[in-house]
């Protein structure tokens, strides 16, 4: 019987551990989540979303700029890693040779550059040769940060589709072609998007990289061929300005860019939930 | 007796590594008729079907060796493409496409070779192969949903009208029952009977019970060779072959 | 399938079972009636017919067992069908055993006239449909019925027997016919035994229970 007691006292007291440590592990996110919403949830009104900044010492102003410039970064970014990360996927999952085996490790040094690294190569590969800083050199410097987790993603989910719906397309008599693009991929779909998603979701909030390429710009800009301002990049220098309105501003950003964040890895669950093909 | 649809000649497969898996099958497969394949675990059963619709070139480093004949006709000299379109496979597992429809999944082969079709002629494929699998009025009312939804049995079903759709002479089943349960599996065997007015069926399974019930003639394999093959009811009754009647009598398998 | 199959197999012995009752009734018609014909058509005709059938129907029993492993009743009416099968096929040799003599008898005068034979051969081809017609309708109650009524064809055969001797004893020249009129009636006799097995099958194959070399109180 007390051996049974014992047993029952340490049950309890390792749950109320777990309990304990869970609670510990969120309590910084939800600090930084509470000092966010209350110093950033004052800039934010209309204006701050459609409005450009202003010089220091004006009231008012906002991260238009910033905003639409993200969004073009990512957008291009996206143009470039997209195709080419989920063509490298399918090449990882389909075959498997020495060649394969070498970019695997590839993509995995990739995923653990720093990526101030790769914002000088993509510094050394757009900037210098253009001779200016650049949204295209930007968004390079992101696609190159983007494409690790799209090809693993990618990789991984084709895997997962059974191999018998690849021998029924070809019992059907469909070639390897319309077998990838009618049955693979689409029932891959969901795994890509995720991993796509995450991926945008991932460079959405990357300053380091953007420092030297995109470089930020005070004004409106959509041409992709000059500098361009970004949310994380504002961020940085508003804060580190010692100006208490440009301190707001940033925190305001802060907000905005956390909430898109968010938005983006909200999608990525529904996407799983709801479009997950059942095998 | 009936006439032989498929005639196979001295047919040899193998994989990248090791000898051979098949060892000079000669046999010849009736019209109209079951035709059952059975065999222990690893006698090439599998690998035998898969070679008559050329799906074990798609291995890769497959070998094969020997001839098969449909009415007559090399089946290597003709496109793989149209082999396969002519004799019909259904797995072990149901796996109709996770993201069609159950329309479209009959309809897939189709769909999947490019063949354009119009609504009606698409309308009518779909009702007719589904009502050929005693689908038809459980799914009528559901045709866009996908067929992932649908029960294992009904998965099998969906499958096996997918191959239908195609207009094949010869319907290849590589354990269709194995993953269904009794009731589902009996369903699978009665629609087996009625399907063998229209086409030739060749199954392969590891239970001998199944063969006897369900087939017409019987093929036992044992290590890659093509020990016996009989009717059914005298494979059953008076196997020749000392072989045979170990298999019939639980003594390895 | 297997439904489907069994009933086949009823049917086709059913049928089997009136073409013996059939050959029964010819060769003690062909007797009283002194027809040569017809008994000549049971030995020539109906033998070798019947033998064949017992052999298609043993191996359609067979080849059911082999392919469908019957379970519980249809395992017990695929194994009644092989068992009366096979006494059908022997009522069939009574038939013929019967003629044979009756071709002796009927060339020569009679030691007396039939009386008890009649009744007696009535009686046996009853038996015998009555069992076929309780194997068709599942009758245990008929079955049972029959199992009852073979004391009444062993009392006739015995009446038969002391009566033919009693004209052996007067009269030594009518032995050779009446030991055939006495072959004759064990033929009938034997009969209707083979009438009581197969409703004793009958009763099995209905109800599960094997009644054979029970008392009679027991049933």
Redesign the interface.
Known sequence: MNSIKQKILKDRLFEIAIIFFTALSVLPLILILFQVVKNGIGAINLEFFTHLPLPPGEKGGGILNAIVGSFELVFIASIFAIPLGVLIGVFLAEYKNKLTDFLTVLVDVLQSTPSIVIGIIAYLWVVVPLRRFSALSGSVALAIMMLPLIIKHTKETLKMV?S??K?????????YT??LL??LL??A?GGILTGILLSISRVFGETAPLLFTAFGNPFFNINPLKSVESLPLLIFKYALSPYDDWHRIAWGASLVLILIVLSLNILVKLIIEKWE??? | MGSAILKIRNLYAGYKDGGWVLKGINLDIYKNKITAIMGPSGCGKSTFIRCINRMHEVVDGARIRGEIYLDDRSIFGMHPIIVRRKIGMVFQRPNPFPTMSIYDNVIAGYILNGIKLKREEKDHIVEDALKKVFLWDEVKDKLHVKGTFLSGGQQQRLCIARSLAMGPEVLLLDEPTSALDPKATRVIEDLLEELKKDFTIIIVTHNASQAARISDYTAFFYLGELVEYEETERIFTVPKHPKTQEYLSGKFG | MLRERIKVLKDEMVSYAIFVQGMIEKSVKGLLTKQKELLKEVIEKDEPFANEEEIKIEEMCITTIAKFEPKAKLLREVLMVLKINNDLERIGDHAVNIADSGLYLIERPKVKPYIDLPRMSDEAIGMLKDSIDAFINEDAKLAKDVCERDDIVDNLRNQISRELITYMLQDPTTIERALHIVKISQNIERTADLATNIAEDVIFMVEGKIIKHHKEEEI
């Open positions: 059974p018998t719906l021998e029924a397309s070809y019992a059907l008599g469909a070639n319309s077998t009618k049955v689409p029932s779909l093909a059942r095998f």
